[in-house]
Every structure is written in structure tokens, then in C-alpha cells.
């Protein structure tokens, strides 16, 4: 008797001690995941609730929209050190994923991101979430700097205000410079696309038999014909190499083997290699995003969403409607944000086109809020808000932003879930890397157009270049360069020394 009790206490015991370890690894795991400094990849967060993941995204980005400073480049490097290094919500293989993502997609790469990180936590919501705590705080601004401009003559700016133009100039043809290093690189058709784009939008902006409402869509299809002939170029080189790569092997088997050896290897083994490293060069792999918690109708709904509002602007474009102002405000910048990449100093032709070609602000105050928006944290493209605050108050600010980031969240909703599939498809690069090419060539042409709109005295010109100096040769930041040059210019002012105040062209009325 005393042996068959003494068994089940053994056991039961065992059973205890088993289930208080279970519990404490349980309890070790949530700690982890509660913890700012978990080790544990996003994956492993998957069994948090839905109002915890997106109190997290509100608590560590929003900060990083009130502070990120810098411009995309800035903003990436301080997404890695807060989400892959701090937090450890990414790995570094992640990390890259969606970076590439937010490369490969139209719109401005930085804010992509954010928003494909927030998708990644949280689903849809979580897109959402993080689209508005990174882009709230710099919108404010923009919003109070675009309701001022409205108080400002539109054709004579502040003394204090005449250098933000020549010096936010100078950094178009800084980023122009950094960008072209990049993209072009030793590739001459990639040079001769962005200067060809160049031209052709110089020409076309100019034109005044070309209406702005055609502008705003020669301009993307400049954008697919670049990238059409940089995958076409790629595809020949393909073609090419195969061609001298079959031609070697025959060669090197006849020297080998002869006749005889030359046919069996052609049978057995040369053709078959050769189409297996294709093959493998090609190979979609299975390993999705699965874990992503985005349902595939939602996917469906945001590709959807996409589709109609682009057959709508068609539609609208060809039956040459007249919108409400609003929703005329909300097309324009849906327009903006579905054609360009990169997002930044590209953004500028067409904000010019939408913009100042019809009337909705002039130039220079075109100039001084791009001047602006260097000095803000968060993403440049809240450009938009100051827009349409200046067109139409708090409503065309609000509709603008929306309007500019709409495609960028509807398209990380609906590609995400794929990408890792999406992502192999050999065509993608190819075409991407002519996309950027003729957007480089749209930086050059309103970086000249700007540059003839806007630097009308020597004061100006001296500005513009000290500025290109400072922040391209001595790297110091947008924000330093574009306060030193408000300094400058005010500086030479009429108030101060008045230097170099005297037109280059006299404008006299007859």
C-alpha cells in the first residue's frame, strides 16, 4: 500500500513541478514581449492584442515624427536603430524587405516604410496608426506655415523670407548631384533617359498649348516609357549573354570530347544546366509573408480601391469634367502620389504642374514652403498640406494630404501580403531602375526651371550657391543650410546691406 501511494505522489509532483515551469516560461514570454528591449523577433509578438500593438506604434513613432529631421535618407537610419536595434520588432532581413518594398512602390519611400512597418504590427490599423503618427506633427506646421502664406503678397516676399527660395533651389540641384551618382552610374542609357526626360519636361511645362490637366499625365508616362527601356535594354543583354554562354559551352565541348562527347553533353547535360540556373535566377520562392496580419480581402479591397479610383481619373480626364474644388484637390495629389518613386525633390515637377501652372499659388510661394518643409521633422511630402492650405484653408490641407498618401497605404496593404513573392519577379528591377532615371531628369528640369523662376538677382545667385556648398560639399543638413541661407538673404536685403539687389533683366512696362 505504501508503494502504490507513494507513486502517485511522485507523479503528481512531477506533474506540479511541470506545470509551474510551463506557467513561468508563459510568464517569461509575455514579459519579453512587454519589454522595450524583448529579444524575440515581430513574429513572435503575434499573440499581443490588437490595442496593445497599436499603442506601441502610436508611443515610438509619434516621437519619431516630432523629431526625425533630415529628409528620407536621415529618417531610414533612424527607423533601423528605433525598430531593428531598440525595439527588435524587425530583423535585419526584414528590415531590407520592406525597405525594398517601400523602394519598389510609387510614393515617398520613408513614409512607405513607416506605414509598412505599422502594417506589418498591426494589420490595416496598424497602417493607418502609423501613416498619422508619423506625418501629424510636421502637418500642423505646414498647415499653420501654408494659412499664413495666404496673408503674404504673392508676388513680393519679406525681406526676412528672400533667401528660403534661392537656398531650397540649391538643394534640388544637392540632391540632383547625390542622386545622379546612384542612379546613372556608369550606365549611359540611364543617362541619356534622365537627360532626355529633362528636356521633354522643360518643353512641355513651358508650352502654353498644353494644358495642365495633360501635364500631370505625360509626366508618369514619361516614367513608364523610362523604365520600358531600361527593361528592354535588360532583356537583350539577357538574350546576349545566352547566346555567347550556349556558343562557349559548344566550343569548349568540341575541343574536349569531339563530335561524339559534344552531342552527349548537348543531349545530357549543357542545355539542362543552363536552364536550371535560369531557372533558379527566377524561382519564387514559398516562403511569404504569411504572418502578416492582413486578410486576403483586405488585400483585394485595397487593390480594388486602387483600380477604380485610377479608371475614375481616366475617365474624368477624358470626358474633360469639371470637379468640385475638393475632390479635384484629392485627384490632383492622387495623381502625385501614385507616379512618383522616391518621393522628395521628385515630387516637384508634378506639384508644379498641379499646383502653380493652374493658379492655386504662385512661385515664390511655391518656393518658400518647399524652403519650409526641409526645416520639418516627418516625411517632405507634407508639401501637400501647405499646398492646399493656400488653396483652399484647413478642408484642401487635410484632403491633400490624404489624397498624396492614399495609393502608398492602399498599396502596402495590398502588396505586402505577396511581396516576398512579388518582390523575385524578375521584370521589377529592371523596370524601376529607368522609373528613376527619368525622375532624375524631372529633378534636373525644375531644379532649372526654379532656378530661372526664382534667382533674379546676384544676392540670389550668391545664396543659391553658398547654399549648394554648405550642404553638398561641407554635408551639413537641409535644415542648417536652409536657415544659413535665410540669414544670407536677409543679410543682402534692401533692410540690411543691400547688395546685389539689382535684376539681372530689367522688367519695364511700355
Same mark, same amino acid.
Given at each position: 500500500?505504501?508503494?502504490?501511494?507513494?507513486?502517485?505522489?511522485?507523479?503528481?509532483?512531477?506533474?506540479?513541478?511541470?506545470?509551474?515551469?510551463?506557467?513561468?516560461?508563459?510568464?517569461?514570454?509575455?514579459?519579453?514581449?512587454?519589454?522595450?528591449?524583448?529579444?524575440?523577433?515581430?513574429?513572435?509578438?503575434?499573440?499581443?492584442?490588437?490595442? @496593445?500593438?497599436?499603442?506601441?506604434?502610436?508611443?515610438?513613432?509619434?516621437?519619431?515624427?516630432?523629431?526625425?529631421?533630415?529628409?528620407?535618407?536621415?529618417?531610414?537610419?533612424?527607423?533601423?536603430?528605433?525598430?531593428?536595434?531598440?525595439?527588435?520588432?524587425?530583423?535585419?532581413?526584414?528590415?531590407?524587405?520592406?525597405?525594398?518594398?517601400?523602394?519598389?512602390?510609387?510614393?515617398?519611400?520613408?513614409?512607405?516604410?513607416?506605414?509598412?512597418?505599422?502594417?506589418?504590427?498591426?494589420?490595416?490599423?496598424?497602417?493607418?496608426?502609423?501613416? #498619422?503618427?508619423?506625418?501629424?506633427?510636421?502637418?500642423?506646421?505646414?498647415?499653420?506655415?501654408?494659412?499664413?502664406?495666404?496673408?503674404?503678397?504673392?508676388?513680393?516676399?519679406?525681406?526676412?523670407?528672400?533667401?528660403?527660395?534661392?537656398?531650397?533651389? /540649391?538643394?534640388?540641384?544637392?540632391?540632383?548631384?547625390?542622386?545622379?551618382?546612384?542612379?546613372?552610374?556608369?550606365?549611359?542609357?540611364?543617362?541619356?533617359? =534622365?537627360?532626355?526626360?529633362?528636356?521633354?519636361?522643360?518643353?512641355?511645362?513651358?508650352?502654353?498649348?498644353?494644358?495642365?490637366?495633360?501635364?500631370?499625365? %505625360?509626366?508618369?508616362?514619361?516614367?513608364?516609357?523610362? +523604365? =520600358?527601356?531600361?527593361?528592354?535594354?535588360?532583356?537583350?543583354?539577357?538574350?546576349?549573354?545566352?547566346?555567347?554562354?550556349?556558343?562557349?559551352?559548344?566550343?569548349?565541348?568540341?575541343?574536349?570530347?569531339?563530335?561524339?562527347?559534344?552531342?552527349?553533353?548537348?543531349?545530357?547535360?549543357?542545355?539542362?544546366?543552363?536552364?536550371?540556373?535560369?531557372? +533558379?535566377?527566377?524561382?519564387?520562392?514559398?516562403?511569404? @509573408?504569411?504572418?502578416?496580419?492582413?486578410?486576403?480581402?483586405?488585400?483585394?479591397?485595397?487593390?480594388?480601391?486602387?483600380?477604380?479610383?485610377?479608371? !475614375?481619373?481616366?475617365?474624368?480626364?477624358?470626358?474633360?469634367?469639371?470637379?468640385?474644388?475638393?475632390?479635384?484637390?484629392?485627384?490632383?495629389?492622387?495623381?502625385?502620389? %501614385?507616379?512618383?518613386? +522616391?518621393?522628395?525633390?521628385?515630387? #516637384?515637377?508634378?506639384?508644379?504642374?498641379?499646383?502653380?501652372?493652374?493658379?492655386?499659388?504662385?512661385?515664390?510661394?511655391?518656393?518658400?514652403?518647399?524652403? %519650409?518643409?526641409?526645416?520639418?521633422?516627418?516625411?517632405?511630402?507634407?508639401? /501637400?498640406?501647405?499646398?492646399?492650405?493656400? @488653396?483652399?484653408?484647413?478642408?484642401?490641407? %487635410?484632403?491633400?494630404?490624404?489624397?498624396?498618401?492614399?495609393?502608398?497605404?492602399?498599396?502596402?496593404?495590398?502588396?505586402?501580403?505577396?511581396?516576398?513573392?512579388?518582390?523575385?519577379?524578375?521584370?521589377?528591377?529592371?523596370?524601376?531602375?529607368?522609373?528613376?532615371?527619368?525622375?532624375?531628369?524631372?529633378?534636373?528640369?525644375?531644379?532649372?526651371? #526654379?532656378?530661372?523662376?526664382?534667382?533674379?538677382?546676384?544676392?540670389?545667385?550668391?545664396?543659391?550657391?553658398?547654399?549648394?556648398?554648405?550642404?553638398?560639399?561641407?554635408? !551639413?543638413?537641409?535644415?542648417?543650410?536652409?536657415?544659413?541661407?535665410?540669414?544670407?538673404?536677409?543679410?543682402?536685403?534692401?533692410?540690411?546691406?543691400?547688395?546685389?539687389?539689382?535684376? @539681372?533683366? /530689367?522688367?519695364?512696362?511700355?
Amino acid at each position: 500500500m505504501e508503494e502504490n501511494t507513494a507513486v502517485p505522489l511522485e507523479l503528481e509532483g512531477g506533474k506540479e513541478d511541470g506545470m509551474q515551469h510551463e506557467r513561468q516560461q508563459k510568464m517569461e514570454v509575455v514579459q519579453g514581449h512587454f519589454s522595450d528591449n524583448k529579444e524575440s523577433p515581430s513574429n513572435s509578438g503575434l499573440s499581443l492584442s490588437l490595442r @496593445y500593438k497599436l499603442w506601441e506604434l502610436v508611443r515610438h513613432i509619434l516621437p519619431t515624427g516630432c523629431y526625425a529631421f533630415g529628409g528620407p535618407t536621415a529618417h531610414l537610419a533612424v527607423f533601423h536603430d528605433l525598430f531593428v536595434k531598440k525595439l527588435r520588432w524587425l530583423t535585419d532581413k526584414e528590415f531590407v524587405d520592406l525597405l525594398a518594398l517601400g523602394m519598389t512602390l510609387p510614393g515617398p519611400t520613408s513614409s512607405e516604410f513607416c506605414i509598412a512597418v505599422g502594417t506589418y504590427r498591426a494589420g490595416v490599423l496598424g497602417a493607418i496608426v502609423a501613416f #498619422l503618427c508619423f506625418t501629424v506633427p510636421s502637418f500642423f506646421i505646414m498647415l499653420a506655415a501654408g494659412l499664413g502664406a495666404t496673408h503674404m503678397d504673392p508676388n513680393h516676399v519679406p525681406d526676412w523670407m528672400l533667401g528660403l527660395a534661392p537656398a531650397a533651389t /540649391a538643394l534640388i540641384f544637392v540632391a540632383f548631384g547625390r542622386l545622379g551618382l546612384k542612379i546613372v552610374g556608369d550606365s549611359a542609357l540611364n543617362a541619356c533617359i =534622365s537627360l532626355i526626360a529633362a528636356s521633354v519636361t522643360l518643353l512641355v511645362q513651358n508650352d502654353a498649348r498644353i494644358p495642365p490637366r495633360s501635364i500631370m499625365w %505625360i509626366l508618369p508616362l514619361m516614367l513608364v516609357v523610362g +523604365g =520600358s527601356l531600361t527593361l528592354a535594354e535588360r532583356k537583350y543583354q539577357n538574350r546576349r549573354r545566352r547566346r555567347e554562354g550556349a556558343a562557349a559551352v559548344v566550343v569548349e565541348d568540341q575541343e574536349e570530347s569531339g563530335l561524339e562527347g559534344r552531342s552527349a553533353a548537348s543531349t545530357n547535360g549543357g542545355t539542362g544546366t543552363e536552364d536550371a540556373g535560369i531557372m +533558379g535566377s527566377t524561382d519564387v520562392s514559398s516562403d511569404t @509573408y504569411d504572418h502578416v496580419p492582413v486578410s486576403k480581402w483586405s488585400s483585394l479591397v485595397a487593390f480594388l480601391l486602387i483600380v477604380a479610383f485610377l479608371l !475614375y481619373l481616366l475617365v474624368n480626364h477624358l470626358a474633360k469634367r469639371v470637379e468640385p474644388p475638393l475632390l479635384h484637390v484629392f485627384s490632383s495629389f492622387f495623381i502625385v502620389g %501614385i507616379t512618383i518613386y +522616391g518621393g522628395g525633390q521628385v515630387m #516637384l515637377p508634378l506639384l508644379v504642374s498641379v499646383a502653380v501652372d493652374p493658379g492655386w499659388l504662385s512661385m515664390d510661394q511655391f518656393m518658400v514652403g518647399f524652403a %519650409i518643409v526641409q526645416m520639418t521633422p516627418g516625411p517632405l511630402s507634407n508639401f /501637400a498640406a501647405y499646398i492646399g492650405a493656400i @488653396y483652399m484653408g484647413v478642408p484642401g490641407a %487635410i484632403v491633400g494630404v490624404v489624397g498624396f498618401f492614399l495609393p502608398g497605404i492602399l498599396l502596402i496593404i495590398a502588396v505586402l501580403p505577396l511581396w516576398e513573392r512579388v518582390r523575385k519577379i524578375p521584370n521589377v528591377r529592371p523596370f524601376l531602375a529607368g522609373a528613376n532615371a527619368t525622375g532624375l531628369g524631372l529633378i534636373l528640369a525644375v531644379g532649372v526651371a #526654379l532656378f530661372l523662376k526664382v534667382v533674379r538677382t546676384p544676392a540670389d545667385a550668391v545664396v543659391s550657391i553658398v547654399i549648394a556648398c554648405v550642404v553638398g560639399y561641407l554635408n !551639413y543638413s537641409s535644415f542648417k543650410g536652409v536657415v544659413f541661407g535665410a540669414l544670407l538673404g536677409f543679410l543682402f536685403s534692401p533692410t540690411c546691406l543691400n547688395w546685389g539687389q539689382q535684376a @539681372y533683366i /530689367a522688367i519695364t512696362s511700355s
